[in-house]
């Protein structure tokens, strides 16, 4: 019953963990990263759809919860790009409702995994599922904060879009490098190679982001200070 769905979300996180690292490669703004993040959201949304889906048959709460968080994130990075004018409207709000329940959701489960038998709960202690409450909460106040300022400034708001598509191509390659060994050859089962993949995503997230921050090209720091110099120089 599960086969074609497994199918279609192994295909899918192939397709979007290639696209993913197109975007991350390319000229940011262009044609080839519009294209590639594009194709990058539509597949991740296959992705996280059949995961979901899967997991709610096999009664895994705790994979659901995950896949929902990563659509958050991808639906929260794409719609941060379109919207030109930065501003914060309901769609942040309700996506702000959504993240802090995943985060109140996690919190239950490693309270649930804490206070079992075996001190664990869908084979996992309860560390990992306050590790992701933690980084859902994060994300909420972000959310919270973008809320209230209104949207962000240029450099802010491609941050909140690298950051995002990011964090959710890392978790698709951790989950798949090292979480999906049992499908790879015996060889590789234990190599440290495996974390390579996920390693790289969280480097070029880094080095985007402090590029967004300080390069201005995107608005950053340097732009405001060279703008401000501008000023001072007219003034005088």
């Known amino acids: 019953m599960l086969a074609l769905p497994l199918t279609v979300h192994i295909a899918a996180g192939a397709v979007a963990l290639a696209a993913g690292a197109v975007a991350l490669s390319v000229r940011k703004g262009g044609r080839a990263h519009a294209r590639a993040g594009t194709c990058f959201f539509a597949t991740m949304t296959v992705l996280l759809g059949s995961g979901i889906g899967i997991a709610i048959v096999l009664s895994l709460w705790n994979v659901a919860i995950g896949g929902a968080f990563g659509l958050y994130l991808i639906a929260t990075s794409r719609a941060t790009a379109r919207r030109r004018d930065g501003k914060a409207g309901r769609f942040e709000l309700i996506a702000l409702l959504f993240v802090s329940a995943c985060a109140v959701l996690n919190l239950i489960l490693a309270l649930w995994a804490a206070g079992s038998a075996t001190g664990r709960l ?14 859902a909460a994060l994300a909420a106040g972000l959310d919270l904060n973008f809320i209230l300022r209104g949207g962000g400034a240029p450099a802010r708001r491609i941050a909140r879009h690298v950051w995002r598509m990011c964090a959710a191509l890392l978790f698709t390659a951790f989950s798949f490098f090292v979480g999906q060994q049992k499908v790879m050859p015996l060889a590789w089962h234990g190599s440290p190679w495996l974390l390579l993949p996920p390693l790289a995503v969280l480097a ?3 080095f985007w982001l402090l590029r967004i921050r300080f390069s201005g090209a995107f608005g950053g720091r340097r732009a405001a200070r060279d703008a401000g110099d501008g000023l001072a120089v007219a003034g005088t």
């Open 122 to 135: 869908f084979g996992y202690p309860p560390a990992p599922y306050y590790g992701f409450a933690l980084i």
């Open 204 to 206: 070029a997230m880094i």
